[in-house]
């Protein structure tokens, strides 16, 4: 598999834009590390990205994360593995990932207001635009998965 083209050298412009989202989410979001790997992760894998499921499986697991919850992510409703913190953030994931799909329910709206404060759910909420962002990157780019490690980690892209 080979990379369509490179965006970041393609248009630095619009990569650095992403970067800057991302170093919000990162650093300014005041959302746990874990759980931002998680919600980065479950939003790939709907989207089927797996350039962005291999670097945030590989980040989650930096961040001490467990290879049971990572191979249950994508049936998580069915596992008693996750807190109701993290359940509410992957529901409003897949929710704000899959807005076409009934936009987002009040159910699933209210279960996160109950566990976010607003201005965290707003960040919750860039986090999954941000991913969402790099996942529409990456997949038509065909940027290829496997030769991410997380001590390189600075940015999304590993870059």
């Not at 083209?5 to 919000?24: D, I, N, W």
């Not at 930096?62 to 109701?84: H, I, K, M, N, V």
């Not at 993290?86 to 899959?98: H, M, N, P, S, Y």
């Amino acid at each position: 598999m080979k990379p369509r083209l490179e965006a970041q050298k393609a248009s630095p412009a619009a990569y650095t834009a992403m970067l800057s989202m991302e170093a919000f989410v990162r650093k300014a979001s005041k959302l746990e590390p874990s759980l931002i790997e998680l919600v980065k992760m479950r939003a790939s894998q709907v989207n089927g990205c797996a350039y962005c499921i291999d670097m945030h499986s590989k980040d989650a697991r930096a961040e001490g994360e467990t290879e049971q919850r990572l191979y249950a992510l994508s049936a998580w409703r069915e596992t008693p593995f996750f807190t109701d913190r993290e359940r509410a953030a992957l529901a409003w994931t897949e929710a704000v990932t899959l807005i076409t799909e009934g936009h987002v329910s009040d159910a699933v709206y209210e279960e996160a207001k109950q566990r976010f404060s607003d201005e965290e759910l707003v960040n919750l909420t860039l986090v999954v635009i941000t991913i969402n962002g790099w996942n529409r990157i990456a997949i038509p780019f065909r940027m290829v998965p496997g030769e991410y490690q997380p001590s390189t980690h600075k940015t999304e892209g590993g870059k």
